[in-house]
């Protein structure tokens, strides 16, 4: 299994050395800088246009013939301006953010920061964010798993694009049951007042950038985005590295029901 020996290798190895190995299939062909093999970046699927513009999911071809906003947006829209997406929740990509979420694989938050910085020229080049807010997880969840997986992602967009990183701001009051274990509606209502941002107004006038890994429904981006606009933001945007769609959801591996 090379994610043993990938694993066996870079335990031995100086944190600060990653050696040239794909990321994310272990393979010896990388060229340039990138930390994943051509095979492996030709077999990416990105959430690619026709895109609700507000939600950023992709549109049905009904949809796509008559509006640029999906149903679900039009009929009730969302709290966020904007909310964009990378790649689709499947194969190399889910198991890059599993090995990196569940198993503390840390040297995969590079290919995936990779790609968030690569979503976020896509859409959000021209955003003017002031700030960037990473979803934040529970104190409890922080104490298992050991780290954000959102803040560190989200550190690494920073730097890359010189909005500043604020991960104090926004914190997650309610340890919620894990959103892919519910249905759609129950997955609203678990996230109520689970979010709060502390000093009141201090996202007063500010244009935010709020950055997580995976969504399914977008509850969760919704929620937060309600704190935020009540913190007086002037803008909410949204950058989520992975979509899983609804059928990655029926039956989700166990890592996900467990710790998502
Ligand atoms: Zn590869
Ligand atoms: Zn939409």
Same mark, same amino acid.
């Given at each position: 299994?090379?994610?043993?020996?990938?694993?066996?290798?870079?335990?031995?190895?100086?944190s600060?050395?990653?050696p040239?190995?794909?990321?994310?299939c272990?393979?010896?062909?990388l060229?340039g800088?990138?930390?994943?093999?051509?095979?492996?970046?030709?077999?990416l699927r990105w959430v690619?246009?026709?895109?609700?513009?507000?939600?950023?999911?992709p549109?049905t071809?009904?949809?796509?013939?008559?509006?640029?906003?999906?149903?679900?947006c039009?009929?009730?829209p969302p709290?966020?301006?904007?909310a964009?997406?990378g790649?689709y929740?499947?194969?190399?990509?889910r198991a890059?953010?599993?090995?990196?979420?569940?198993?503390a694989?840390?040297?995969?938050?590079?290919?995936?920061?990779?790609?968030?910085?690569?979503?976020?020229?896509?859409?959000?080049?021209?955003g003017?964010f002031?700030?960037?807010l990473? @979803?934040p @997880?529970?104190?409890?969840?922080?104490?298992?798993?050991?780290?954000?997986q959102?803040?560190?992602l989200?550190r690494k967009l920073?730097?890359a694009?010189?909005?500043?990183?604020?991960?104090?701001?926004?914190i997650?009051?309610?340890n919620?049951?894990?959103?892919?274990r519910l249905?759609?509606?129950?997955?609203?209502?678990?996230?109520?007042n689970?979010?709060?941002?502390?000093n009141?107004?201090?996202?007063?006038?500010?244009r935010?950038?709020?950055?997580?890994?995976?969504s399914?429904t977008?509850?969760?981006i919704?929620e937060?985005a309600?704190?935020?606009?009540t913190?007086?933001?002037?803008y909410?945007?949204?950058?989520?590295?992975?979509l899983?769609?609804?059928d990655g959801s029926?039956?989700p591996?166990?890592?996900d029901? @467990?710790y998502s």
């Amino acid at each position: 299994m090379w994610h043993e020996t990938l694993s066996l290798i870079l335990n031995s190895v100086s944190s600060a050395f990653i050696p040239d190995l794909c990321l994310l299939c272990g393979s010896e062909n990388l060229t340039g800088s990138t930390s994943v093999c051509n095979e492996c970046r030709t077999s990416l699927r990105w959430v690619t246009p026709p895109i609700c513009e507000v939600c950023g999911k992709p549109l049905t071809k009904l949809e796509d013939e008559n509006s640029t906003v999906c149903g679900a947006c039009l009929s009730s829209p969302p709290a966020y301006d904007m909310a964009r997406y990378g790649l689709y929740y499947e194969k190399s990509v889910r198991a890059a953010i599993t090995r990196f979420k569940f198993n503390a694989f840390l040297y995969s938050s590079r290919p995936l920061a990779e790609f968030l910085i690569e979503a976020f020229d896509r859409y959000y080049v021209d955003g003017n964010f002031d700030v960037i807010l990473p @979803v934040p @997880v529970h104190k409890r969840r922080l104490m298992t798993r050991g780290f954000n997986q959102a803040v560190i992602l989200s550190r690494k967009l920073s730097k890359a694009t010189g909005i500043p990183l604020d991960r104090t701001s926004l914190i997650k009051t309610r340890n919620t049951e894990p959103q892919a274990r519910l249905s759609r509606s129950q997955r609203l209502s678990n996230l109520t007042n689970a979010f709060q941002v502390k000093n009141g107004n201090s996202m007063s006038q500010k244009r935010v950038l709020l950055v997580d890994d995976v969504s399914t429904t977008g509850a969760t981006i919704t929620e937060v985005a309600k704190v935020l606009q009540t913190a007086g933001a002037n803008y909410v945007g949204a950058l989520i590295l992975a979509l899983r769609t609804r059928d990655g959801s029926i039956n989700p591996k166990q890592e996900d029901i @467990v710790y998502s």
